[in-house]
């Protein structure tokens, strides 16, 4: 997927971008290559594929809630920044928390929002687990399975906020032991599958609520 390419399929998502954001996500881009050569971030690194395996699909999250309106955004085992960076590059009214285990990648995460100019987002070295703070919206793009990553990220969530998996295939992994204790405690609002451009493989966004007790 080349630059035009994405700008027309992120069209149909009803996200258009300014010159400014075009530029950043172009930016974001080198800066990552040159990054990727000092420490491990990515096996995806031809601008075609980083602009669609990383940075459409890290935007596909708007397929399930108007980020436009949303405030606060923590983006869980963030890694090289996907969908964090690429979020608050196109909604810069969000404020992100980027988490990550890793002290090289915060570090680089660091820089990259240094050099980019972003405001309102900041990277964390932390594991998910022990941060206390709560948010309207937390994702985690390809991190874990789901039943970890409800151990994870469900106590960061907000009363009436939302956690959002972004996954491949996630019917694999919804077995009935798994949806019966989702449902004890929580809500699955919405599961949203379908496949990117192009290349045509499989994606899902699972949407679970967490409504006040």
């Not at 930016?27 to 669609?52: A, G, H, P, Q």
């Not at 699909?57 to 108007?66: G, M, Y």
Request: glycine fraction near 4%; charge should be neutral; charged fraction near 30%.
């Amino acid at each position: 997927m080349n630059r035009e390419e994405f700008i027309k399929e992120i069209e149909k998502l009803g996200i258009y971008l300014s010159t400014k954001q075009e530029e950043q996500l172009e930016l974001f881009y080198n800066l990552l290559i040159n990054w990727n050569e000092k420490i491990n971030l990515t096996r995806i690194t031809t601008k075609e594929d980083v602009y669609l395996k990383h940075f459409y699909d890290s935007l596909t999250l708007v397929k399930v809630v108007d980020l436009s309106k949303v405030e606060t955004l923590c983006d869980v085992g963030t890694g090289a920044g996907f969908p964090g960076i690429v979020l608050k590059i196109v909604y810069p009214n969000l404020k992100i928390t980027l988490v990550d285990s890793l002290l090289k990648r915060v570090n680089y995460l660091n820089e990259i929002i240094k050099e980019l100019k972003l405001e309102n987002i900041n990277a964390i070295h932390i594991r998910a687990e022990n941060l206390e703070k709560k948010f309207d919206i937390v994702t985690a793009r390809a991190v874990a399975n789901i039943e970890k990553l409800l151990e994870y990220t469900m106590h960061l969530v907000k009363d009436n906020g939302e956690f959002i998996a972004m996954k491949g295939n996630i019917d694999d992994e919804l077995t009935p032991s798994i949806l019966s204790k989702i449902n004890k405690k929580y809500k699955i609002e919405k599961i949203e599958r379908f496949t990117l451009p192009k290349e045509e493989s499989l994606r899902s966004l699972m949407i679970i609520k967490k409504y006040r007790h």
